[in-house]
């Protein structure tokens, strides 16, 4: 079989409140030339939007080849959202790696192992606690305003407006920038977005490079641009927003002109080269941890169909 797909069935749908629906020869647009039952009552609640619902029992069920007639619940057979795209931009967080040279890497261990959870459970039944010891800075991780300032917002006094959700925005720099300054992000209109500085350093994630005193870092003239143009998040894909090298001396413009602002930064972005320049959603949430001002977050760019 191929081309388009309908199911036709009969349903009697029980509500927990009391009372019940019947329907004969009722009929759906489907993905692809088969859909259990189980699929089939939860592809039909979801399309007439009904609440309460607590069994649906499918019966003379068939299969008919005809062109969709536009449903608003066709059933996907990948789960997700017809069209839309994740682009993950965080690195994977393993066991012994190196987020910033000379700096404590995690540790990854069993908690309570599969056989050791077989005493506490039912026979047949068992499950596994892993255990991580780290520090707040590995892998891709925000930063909140305490953590450069005492009287800044910890991680749980970050508006979820300022995390998720957020319009998108790529500065792509030239091959070979270091600096990112005033001049290099003028043209871009960054008001209320997440700005997404693509140096391509993150290549080098993981090697003696990644520190070395080149490594391309955000202006303390350039960050304090975007604070006046009201940024609502920059991220970039290099080991820090501030130049570590020895010149600099220690300071950290960067990051004290955005976290003073209330702008998180996200540092060791990658995969930033999968994204267009605009048109997506950004998505970079830690888990809400009271006195904690940095922690990995997954980050990932949601981009709609035909982008």
């Known amino acids: 079989m191929s081309g388009k797909f309908r199911v036709q069935f009969d349903a009697e749908v029980a509500f927990a409140n009391g009372g019940g629906l019947r329907t004969e020869g009722f009929r759906l647009d489907i993905a692809g030339d088969g859909i259990d039952d189980a699929d ?18 499918i019966t003379n069920k068939t299969i008919i080849q005809e062109a969709h007639k536009g449903g608003r619940a066709v059933a996907d057979a ?26 404590p890497a995690p540790r990854i261990s069993d908690w309570l192992t599969r056989e050791a959870s077989r ?11 892993a255990r991580i010891d780290m520090i707040a800075n590995t892998g ?26 957020l319009p998108g925005m790529v500065v792509r720099l030239p091959a070979g920038t270091r600096a990112v300054d005033r001049l290099l992000l003028a043209p871009y209109d960054v008001a209320g977005r997440a700005v997404l500085l693509h140096t391509g350093w993150d290549t080098h994630f993981g090697t003696e490079r990644y520190a070395a005193p080149e490594a391309p870092y955000l202006t303390g003239e350039g960050a304090q641009a975007l604070v006046d143009a009201g940024a609502a998040l920059v991220g970039i894909d290099s080991i820090n927003i501030d130049d570590m ?46 006195g904690m001002a940095t922690f990995p977050v997954r980050a990932f760019a949601t981009l709609d169909p035909g982008t």
């Open 40 to 57: 089939l009552a939860a592809l039909f609640v979801r399309h007439l939007g009904l609440l309460m619902v607590s069994d649906v029992r």
């Open 78 to 103: 990948a789960g997700g959202t017809a069209g839309r795209r994740l682009v993950e931009l965080s690195h994977v967080v393993t066991d012994g790696m190196i987020t910033l040279p000379g700096w």
């Open 245 to 290: 090298s020895p010149a600099a001396g220690g300071e950290r413009p960067a990051h004290s002109a955005l976290l003073a602002a209330g702008v998180p930064i996200v540092e060791h972005l990658t995969g930033l080269d999968g994204l267009p320049p605009d048109g997506f959603r950004f998505t970079a949430t830690p888990p809400r941890v009271a």
């Open 119 to 129: 005493e506490r459970y039912a026979p047949g039944t068992e499950f596994h606690v």
């Open 140 to 165: 891709t991780y925000l930063d909140a305003p305490a953590h450069r300032y005492a009287d800044g917002a910890d991680l749980t006094g970050i508006p979820l407006d300022r995390l998720a959700d």
